[in-house]
């Protein structure tokens, strides 16, 4: 087994810009392990922690990211690779905006030492689950096939005091492609291949962080779209 830390670690009295983090850490561990000769674990995690809490700005941040994944090959003839991601991702900041409107809520009050202003806490959250695989197998010798795919989903949310209405688009997602091909070596140094490509993505109905209500994605202009390719193609390699 083979294991790595490393880590860096930040502080600073002031800042340049109220994004900017006045402390901040951040770590990374890596694994490998062979379990057997024909299965090989690995993982990893990434955790990056900033902050600049002072009054008036109340800035908050983390990017937060684990992985693992194996690779599998009891023969020569089949292997099969598969992995999982989770990446969490949060933001909050207290901002001043233009409104009329009279303020809705504890969290929202008249912006300190500026007239004609509301502060509000803005927050940003984004959780993400990517997960993969690709199998490949070789009945005979001259014979490659494949199958595989790169499978996406998030859910988020972002607090958009002008505009709360506004669909999350991305935020609420899935991205789907899975694949699958064959590989023939019908004379030295010639390969020819058929695959198959499948590309999906959806934006899901996201919830208003405001009022509570389901937020419909545009009607008028959806971003939702699906493809299918088909790739025939020759390699010679010498």
């Not at 409107?101 to 940003?124: D, E, I, K, N």
Request: proline share 5%; with cysteine.
């Amino acid at each position: 087994m083979q294991i790595s830390f490393d880590t860096e670690l930040f502080s600073a009295d002031e800042s340049f810009t109220r994004i900017s983090s006045r402390q901040s850490q951040e770590y990374r561990v890596r694994a490998k392990y062979a379990l057997t000769s024909w299965l090989n674990l690995n993982g990893d995690a990434l955790i990056w922690e900033a902050r600049n809490n002072v009054t008036n700005v109340n800035n908050l941040q983390h990017n937060r990211t684990y992985g693992i994944s194996a690779i599998l090959q009891p023969k020569d003839e089949i292997g099969l690779e598969i992995g999982y991601d989770y990446n969490d991702v949060f933001s909050q900041i207290l901002i001043c905006f233009v409104s009329s409107a009279a303020p809705t809520g504890p969290s929202t009050v008249s912006c300190p030492g500026v007239t004609g202003l509301q502060q509000q806490l803005s927050t940003y959250t984004n959780l993400s689950h990517y997960g993969y695989f690709d199998f490949s197998l070789t009945p005979v010798h001259r014979l490659t096939a494949r199958l595989g795919a790169n499978l996406t989903g998030t859910s988020g949310s972002a607090l958009l005091v002008i505009t709360p209405q506004v669909p999350s688009g991305p935020l609420d997602s899935k991205w789907l492609h899975p694949f699958g091909g064959l590989e023939y070596r019908f004379a030295k140094g010639w390969t020819g291949k058929a695959y198959w490509d499948y590309y999906g993505y959806h934006e899901d109905p996201a919830v208003s962080t405001a009022t509570g209500a389901i937020i419909s994605q545009d009607v008028l202009a959806p971003r939702n779209f699906r493809g299918n390719l088909v790739t025939l193609s020759v390699k010679y390699a010498f």
